[in-house]
């Protein structure tokens, strides 16, 4: 096995909460909260799972590519695709597709997308439709059959996030993890901090000289004498070492050491718990134009201004795609990487979540091993 196989390709990634956050468990109701959001089963910290992000990223995916197509009649029409590739296989005076050199499936790639981005053109792209997003509709036909409206099995998307047919199932080659939030906001007499914990810190690569005594905090200046953190009222013990550290900037986005406060790790979660967002809705009477009766009901939220933290992982996996005809080829992870950068910032846009017409939803994601816009 090569060593790229071996060694995955880890990249961080950073998200930015620009809207309140809303990932739903069912509507669960704790205490004054109708619905609650995602939370991790061991700290009790609200988190965004990487399951929701895997899903709505391959969305997006799948609509970067949409964008491209020259010719909207071949993206909607399956007969059309495969005339076409036949009249190019034609005047090239080849009988099947895998005929073509690599720089004529490139040529006939161009042909039907605007664009020169080598991961648009990968070939298998020319089967993509909108459907390639989301459940396979059909996932009990087989892989090539006519009678496939489901996922392609063939497309950048496909072959990276996964797919399962009747006659061949793919796992994918992108591995999401959670995002954790690593600072989090919140109303001080001092105006908004955002609190993290020294093991959050770590894990991002700033590194604090010690955790805070129990029940206390660090500041910046650490002369405060107590600071109110929401509606706790905290004693600030030292100064906490964090000034300088570029590993504080976020894309646009600069926390500088004196928004930072350290707290306790049994604090956080108490302090989290305590500072989310809470919206209340209610359903309106169409007839009447009022709120109908016994409809009200309660949200939370993590809220805007809320850092988060994870990585993606991307397998190189030909070694197991040359094993199985159906599978070849298969995106490299240059092409994986760029495609998850270059759709991105749809999530600034359509956001992550549940009540996105509602004002929440909206992230900005970031990475170092990326480009400063998306």
Not at 150 to 155: L, T
Request: charge should be negative.
């Amino acid at each position: 096995m090569s060593k790229d196989t071996q060694n995955p390709e880890n990249i961080e990634i950073f998200a930015l909460a620009t809207d309140p956050i809303y990932i739903g468990t069912g509507g669960y109701t704790i205490g004054r909260v109708d619905n609650t959001i995602v939370r991790d089963p061991i700290t009790n910290v609200p988190k965004i799972p990487g399951s929701s992000l895997a899903g709505t990223w391959r969305y997006y995916t799948v609509l970067e590519i949409h964008k491209y197509f020259s010719d909207g009649e071949f993206r909607k029409d399956k007969s059309k695709r495969k005339k076409k590739v036949e009249e190019f296989l034609n005047n090239k005076g080849k009988d099947k597709w895998e005929d073509l050199s690599d720089n004529e499936k490139k040529e006939f790639m161009k042909s039907i997308f605007n664009t020169k981005k080598d991961w648009i053109l990968f070939e298998g792209n020319r089967y993509i439709g909108i459907k390639c997003a989301g459940q396979d509709e059909t996932p009990n036909k087989e892989l090539d059959s006519e009678e496939n409206t489901g996922h392609c099995g063939k497309c950048i998307v496909c072959k990276g996030f996964g797919f399962s047919k009747k006659d061949i199932s793919w796992q994918g080659m992108i591995f999401f993890s959670d995002l954790n939030i690593i600072f989090f906001p919140v109303f001080t007499i001092k105006g908004t901090k955002w609190i993290a914990t020294v093991s959050r810190l770590k894990e991002i690569g700033i590194i604090s000289e010690s955790e805070p005594s129990e029940n206390k905090v660090k500041t910046k200046n650490g002369d405060e004498g107590h600071l109110n953190l929401g509606w706790l009222y905290l004693e600030v013990e030292r100064s906490h070492s964090l000034e300088g550290n570029e590993n504080i900037k976020f894309n646009d986005f600069e926390l500088k050491p004196e928004d930072i406060v350290i707290v306790p790790e049994d604090l956080f979660s108490h302090i989290v718990n305590s500072n989310l967002e809470v919206r209340t809705s209610v359903s309106i009477d169409p007839i009447t134009g009022a709120a109908k009766e016994g409809a009200l009901f309660t949200s939370e939220a993590i809220p805007r201004g809320t850092i988060l933290y994870g990585n993606i992982r991307i397998f190189d996996k030909k070694v197991f795609g040359e094993l199985e005809e159906k599978l070849k080829p298969l995106p490299d992870k240059d092409n994986l990487s760029n495609a998850l950068e270059d759709s991105r910032y749809y999530y600034e846009t359509l956001g992550i979540g549940g009540m996105t017409t509602r004002g929440f939803g909206r992230l900005k994601i970031t990475s170092p091993d990326w480009k400063e816009e998306g």
